[in-house]
Structure formats: structure tokens, C-alpha cells
Nanobody, 118 residues
Framework: QVQVVESGGGLVQPGGSLRLSCAAS????????MGWYRQAPGKERELVAV???????NYANSVKGRFTISRDSAKKTVYLQMNSLKPEDTAVYYCNVRGASYSVFNYWGQGTQVTVSS
């Protein structure tokens, strides 16, 4: 069993910053990718950013230059630094972890709310 726990959401004014964290724990042999997705009301879940075990990153066009994803492999933790936040960044942010234990797994966190509003 693998647990994925996010933290760091909240309310911030436009132009502000937030840092999300996500820690994976449990029966993990290796982690392939860790990433962040978001879902706004009435919209589908979308990729925000993902980082591979080798450190390669991929970002949604809408967050390039404003968000930075990073990971601490030893702690099995991924971070999302979000700067210059806009109201359209308001959503529930979900952490995703893909890896292997006794078999390949794909786990989601419970989600953390990010609200950008004045």
C-alpha cells in the first residue's frame, strides 16, 4: 500500500506565491514520476507539471515561467513552487505518483485547495 499526502494549499492574492508539498510513503521500490494536476469547478483534471526520476520536467503552457516543480528523491517528496498566481489558477491540486512496489502503481493524493482571489 502506498500513501500520498499533499499540503500547502490555501488562499492567496493575485500575484502571490504558494508552495505545495507531496510526500509518498509505504511499500515503494521505485518512483518513476511525481506530478501535479489540478481541477477547477466544471472543468476536467489537467496536468500542471511532472518530474521524472531522472529530473526531467514538463509543464502546462499556462504555468510555464511561473511554476517550478522539484523533488527530493530521498524523502520521496515533490514540491510545486507557484509564483505570480492568477485567479485562473484557482483549483483543487492533486499529487500523482507512479512507481513500483510488488507491481506498478499509480496513486493520487486527496487534493489540496488553492484559491487565488483579492
Amino acid at each position: 500500500q502506498v500513501q500520498v499526502v499533499e499540503s500547502g494549499g490555501g488562499l492567496v492574492q493575485p500575484g502571490g506565491s504558494l508552495r505545495l508539498s507531496c510526500a509518498a510513503s509505504g511499500s515503494i521500490v521505485s518512483i518513476y514520476t511525481m506530478g501535479w494536476y489540478r481541477q477547477a469547478p466544471g472543468k476536467e483534471r489537467e496536468l500542471v507539471a511532472v518530474i521524472t526520476s531522472g529530473g526531467s520536467t514538463n509543464y502546462a503552457n499556462s504555468v510555464k515561467g511561473r511554476f517550478t516543480i522539484s523533488r527530493d528523491s530521498a524523502k520521496k517528496t515533490v514540491y510545486l513552487q507557484m509564483n505570480s498566481l492568477k485567479p485562473e489558477d484557482t483549483a483543487v491540486y492533486y499529487c500523482n505518483v507512479r512507481g513500483a512496489s510488488y507491481s506498478v502503481f499509480n496513486y493520487w493524493g486527496q487534493g489540496t485547495q488553492v484559491t487565488v482571489s483579492s
